[in-house]
């Protein structure tokens, strides 16, 4: 929306590093980042190449979130799961529908 943007790959360290204090993505999606009172992860399932429906119910549940970075010219994107408990990064396809978090400017 208007006066908002997708976070970039730095923004998103940024956020990890001010929620945890940790060096980035170490063992903080589901301690810190699915917390109440803050930026909320909801680990409710990832949308594959728009026909796929994948980790949405049982053991492990994930997410992964759009940035508006490129790792090696394919769209970054930044993963969490209920078993490793770290924000991986993915470079992924366009064709993925993955929630995007936004950052007022």
């Known amino acids: 929306p208007p006066g908002w943007h997708v976070p970039t790959a730095q923004e998103w360290e940024d956020l990890i590093q001010a929620v945890t204090g940790m060096n980035p ?11 109440p009172g803050g930026f909320q992860a909801v680990l409710e399932g990832i949308y594959y190449q728009n026909d796929t429906w994948s980790f949405q119910t049982g053991e492990p549940t994930a997410t992964m979130f759009w940035t508006s970075s490129l790792l090696s010219g394919k769209p970054l994107a930044r993963g969490m799961n209920s078993i490793n408990l ?3 990064r993915y470079a ?3 064709a993925n529908a993955f929630p995007v ?5």
């Not at 993505?25 to 917390?35: E, P, R, V």
């Open 25 to 35: 993505g170490d063992g903080i999606a589901t301690s810190y980042l699915t917390q």
């Open 92 to 94: 992924g396809s366009k």
């Open 101 to 105: 978090r936004c950052v007022k400017d």
């Open 86 to 88: 770290s924000v991986a």
